[in-house]
């Protein structure tokens, strides 16, 4: 078997770290972000953003063909 | 670079396998300005009354380890020339896009609903791929 270098664990670490995620997501904030971005609550997190975004045109843009 | 929808996969240690692990993800000041809504204001969809302060703060001031937020500064240029060579692109999709340029031609969703067309197009036009990592 091929020896691992310090480096390598090192990135295995980090790599580990970042798959885990955040160690301060509660498992019940956790299962509800679950259901926003992969499962039942989608529709509603979609439709809150463009919400968001149809309010602020700054964020959203225009058509600047009607600028004078 | 990557969406609002794969933020919070990241955050939540439900990374696609798609995605590169060897790099730092980031996600775009404005587009976190977006997550950010979703605690501050009231109406459908807040989470402040639903999720405990833990969970807020690592969305409000995520780990740079986990999940790194763009400083926009200096993509604003970029944005502004975006919007004003494209007519119309708007802060969010400028901005989205101006990163995509500067860091890897790479953007990346967890949803097609959140690309958009008017980003899909420009994207298109710049050669920037656009990938999209939805549910399993």
Redesign the interface.
């Known amino acids: 078997m091929e020896p691992v270098t310090i480096g390598e664990e090192l990135l295995e670490e980090r790599r580990r770290r970042r798959r885990a995620g955040d160690p301060r997501i509660t498992p019940e904030g956790r299962a509800l972000l679950l259901r926003m971005t992969t499962g039942d609550l989608m529709d509603d997190f979609q439709a809150a953003l463009d919400a968001d975004l149809a309010a602020d045109p700054a964020l959203s843009g225009h058509d600047t063909d009607d600028d004078t | 670079m990557i969406d ?3 933020a ?8 696609p396998d798609a995605l590169p ?2 790099e ?2 980031a996600l775009p000041a ?1 587009r976190h ?2 997550l950010l ?2 605690i501050h ?1 009231p ?5 402040s009354g ?3 302060e ?2 807020q ?2 969305i409000r001031r ?2 740079p ?3 790194q937020i763009l400083d926009p500064r200096p993509l604003l240029d970029e944005a502004a020339a975006i ?2 060579r494209y ?8 901005e989205t896009l101006a990163a995509g340029l500067t860091y890897g031609h790479q953007l990346w969703f ?2 097609a ?2 690309v958009g067309t ?1 980003l899909a197009e420009i994207a298109d036009d710049l050669r920037i791929d656009v990938h999209v990592a ?3």
Request: proline share 5%; aromatic share 6%; charged share 20%.
């Open positions: 609002e929808y794969l919070v996969r990241v955050l939540v240690g439900a990374r692990d060897d730092p993800l404005y300005y977006r809504q979703r204001q109406g459908t969809g807040q989470l639903l999720l405990a833990s969970d703060q690592a995520p780990h380890e986990v999940l919007g004003a007519r119309s692109a708007g802060l969010l999709v400028g967890g949803t609903r959140n008017r939805g549910p399993a």
